[in-house]
């Protein structure tokens, strides 16, 4: 991507403003007091748990050993009690930094030296990049400044981000919440963002503790009558092992996340919150979290209050900590767990276990070494949030997360010489807070940093024209058509900045419809929401100062049976039977038209070991890199998309993504791409029973547009292959 000087400039003057505002705040935040085993406590020096060379596992039996019965329930919960008289304090569990520390979660408190956080574009646009290095650096910066406000005493460290589930329904309303429809990018952003957020320290330590996200086949919000407190997803076997826990498990095995947080509803009529198969059984045993299970927030009261789930307030205690939740985000857990235990429903020893999961990951924290100054990234404050660096970030991203989606007769780029008056048109032109999409961060910032497409993007380049065309995104009525007809007229160019907003799309709301644009209009860019420099990046590529490279993340649907069609499971069955998942994506990026990618990959040759057990086989592309070409005149970036499509069989014949790879390729050159591939993870089907399974005979490799290869599995190839 190349960037002019102008908009580089003018990001600076940005930036300048944004220093002189935070040297408002001169005095440093309240730094914070050591959570516990604080050195100018003598009380804490005797503790076992509180010596840092002692293993971590050592340290918490020591604490746990100490706890009452009733303190150890109300560290059960969110707000964990403080334990005065082993030098602890209270804690606040939630946190949230879906795309940026966020306002959302009591562990976040913005204002004083820390009035927002750079916002980073929406996640179902940041996915578009198909830049896994990139959701990597966001991680890492958004833990900065995490890290930061946590020493400065206005946020915790365990975030409950990201947000992983399969958008197999767009009309759900968190989908911008999701790295999208396909399980292999999902799964590769989960595992990105999250390596990013924890940092990659040594011996088991966390920057932060993320956690994934809601574990699992939750799509529905509030649709057609059935919110997510009472919706139970009907999944078969083959569909969650196939799709739906695809992202978790990246989190898990790739990620190793620290957390993984189950769901409001069902899952085949049990509550995930409850179920020991999902979470002791799969998450803990199969994939080995280290780590700990929280619910969503009210999911334990939910299956009891309102799913009905169990007969008494006990149980529904009992069933979840027996299950492996380790964590309540709520108070159910403290209210009802001691009569419980009473009850002979739950043992102490299973309370034990929880507290081990979440004590241990606080541990790994460094929250029980004493000053958060004297520890690895003690030295981040104030000054190390909305750097100029962190924006210019923001403004990458969401560049590289824009798609081209139609561009007839190269209407793109504009030119400010050709196009000297743009009129900017649309409900969403004049926007700052809709570009960030739920989960923001900081009331102040968004006043401050946000820009606005007409404003700070379009303005930027030409003289600008705007009308709001309509009084809303839903624009029920004309009566400003006209004016906004006037100023088209007066234009030589004409932009449309429509779509939605968190009025048509948000949580506990899901969406009626998806029209597509009038077909009439000339090019289309989508840009999801773009976060706080997304005006600038929309202005960047209509210019072509920057080149779109994006593709969409999700099946882009023309016509939804979203009415009629109903029967009476609709609700139920709609995430697993009505929406198959496609291919993606539907509409890709058609290109810039000064800019040509062409794949040539005819030399390129599958390096196999056919003597190899398949679960080692790797099908290596790399031995003979196949390239990629621009011929055109402007850098840009393109993802090479590898599919793969089993043998027909009786389980699944479908074409599927199994691999990417984003490459920068500067105009006139031709770059080489390597790409991966491991055999039982890409090259399998999944059986009825949720087994993986690589079945015999010829599997089709469609790597990019322009090159096919095959490749056979045959029965004398010994080891764990089961036949089909
Ligand atoms: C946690 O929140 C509940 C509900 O607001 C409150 O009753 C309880 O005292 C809080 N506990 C702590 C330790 O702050
Ligand atoms: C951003 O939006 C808020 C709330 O809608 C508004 O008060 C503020 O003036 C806007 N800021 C800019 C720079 O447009
Ligand atoms: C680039 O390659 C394409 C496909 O081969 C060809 O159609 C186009 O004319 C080439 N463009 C230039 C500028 O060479
Ligand atoms: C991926 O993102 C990083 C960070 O913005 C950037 O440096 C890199 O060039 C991007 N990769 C591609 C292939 O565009
Ligand atoms: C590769 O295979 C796909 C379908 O399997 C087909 O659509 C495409 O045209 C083929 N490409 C080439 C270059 O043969």
Redesign the pocket.
Known sequence: ?AYNNNSFKRFRVLSVLALLYLSFYTKTGEARRPFACDPNNKLTKSFKFCGMSVPISERVTDLIGRLTLQEKILLLVNNATALPRLGIESYEWWSEALHGVSNVGPGTKFGGDFPGATSFPQVITTAA?F?D??WE?IGQVVSDEARAMYNGGAAGLTYWSPNVNILRDPRWGRGQETPGEDPVLASKYAASYVRGLQGNAAGNKLKVAACCKHYTAYDLDNWNGVDRFHFNAKVSKQDLEETYNVPFKGCVLEGKVASVMCSYNQVNGKPTCADPDILKNTVRGEWGLNGYIVSDCDSVSVLYDNQHYTRTPEEAAADSINAGLDLDCGQFLAVHTEEAVKRGLVTESNVNNALANTIAVQMRLGMFDGEPSTQPFGNLGYKDVCTPAHQQ?AL??AH?GIVLLKNHGGILPLSNTRHKTVAVIGPNADVNVTMIGNYAGGPTLLALHVGTPHLQGIGRYSRTIHQQGCADVACNDNGQFEAAEAAAKQAEATVLVMGIDQSIEAESRDRTGLLLPDPRIGAILWVGYPGQAGGAAIADVLFGTTNP?GKLPMTWYGELPCKGTNDEHEHESRPSKRLPRQNLPLLQSPGIPARVLRSQLDRAKLGQRPEARPHQLQLSLTGTPYHCQNNGTMDG?HTVLVYSTPPAGKWSAAKKLVGFK???VPAGTDQRIMVGLQVCQHLSVVDQFGVRRIPLGQHQLQIGEDLNHSVSFHADLRGPIKSL
């Open positions: 991507m990049s830049n290095s990139l650096l970030l990458e991203a590289q490279g970036a984003k490459v920068h």
